[in-house]
């Protein structure tokens, strides 16, 4: 059974809500992308962190040492195409919002969709003067004016965050260490090595140095 309501909106006028066709495979498919996108950096951040940083091969390790301006154009070039990807899938998801706003719920308010095309396009659409913080005081207006504030400053960050996260560097990583070695201090060392002759691969040599030096 299907039930109908019309509840008053912020002014007194009757707000109709109707039902939805539900979501298509393009929304799910969009929802699946963002999930990925927002949950991806944080991943990757406990990765890193568990491990205690994550350890090139030997040869990606050499390249990366060896081409460190090609490593940050190739690292800013992949965190540029993250964001392209990130501002479309939230300009997308804020055009789906509005489409189900005008859709379901009528009458649409002006402000409304004044609001989700500057969160589509990132601006700030009141200006700075006194009249336009007197009109976002009201109780229904200063928090999705707030909201918008919050999303502007944010994206512009997106490049050098996740640089500064996938950017490689060099750090420190500690190893226990086991192992043994040999006493010369009670022994001549030159004698020691003339009576017992060993292959020579290393080519190493033996300094006349006075034995009480070796511990």
């Not at 489409?99 to 308010?109: C, D, F, G």
């Not at 260490?177 to 020691?192: A, K, P, Y």
């Amino acid at each position: 059974m299907l039930i109908s309501y019309t509840p008053q909106g912020q002014d007194g006028e009757e707000v109709t809500h109707t039902p939805g066709s539900g979501p298509s495979i393009q929304d799910l498919l969009s929802l699946a992308a963002i999930i990925i996108m927002l949950a991806w950096p944080w991943a990757f951040f406990g990765a890193v962190w568990i491990r205690g940083g994550v350890q090139l091969s030997n040869h990606m390790a050499k390249v990366v040492t060896n081409n460190p301006h090609a490593t940050t154009y190739f690292v800013t070039l992949i965190c540029s195409i993250m964001s392209m990807i990130t501002g479309a899938l939230f300009s997308l998801a804020i055009i789906r919002f509005a489409q189900e706003l005008v859709s379901h719920r009528k009458p649409t308010r002006p402000f409304h969709l004044r609001v989700l095309l500057s969160f589509r396009r990132q601006t700030w659409p009141w200006g700075m003067s006194v009249k336009g913080a007197k009109y976002l005081i009201h109780r229904n207006r200063w928090w999705p004016a707030v909201l918008l504030v919050v999303c502007i400053l944010t994206f512009p960050h997106l490049i050098s965050s996740t640089a500064s996260l996938l950017a490689p560097i060099t750090f420190n990583r500690t190893a226990h260490l086991t192992g043994s070695e040999i006493d010369f201090s009670g022994v001549n060392c030159q004698d020691w090595f003339n009576s017992k002759p060993l292959s020579n691969n290393c080519d190493y040599q033996v300094s006349e140095i006075d034995s009480k030096h070796y511990k």
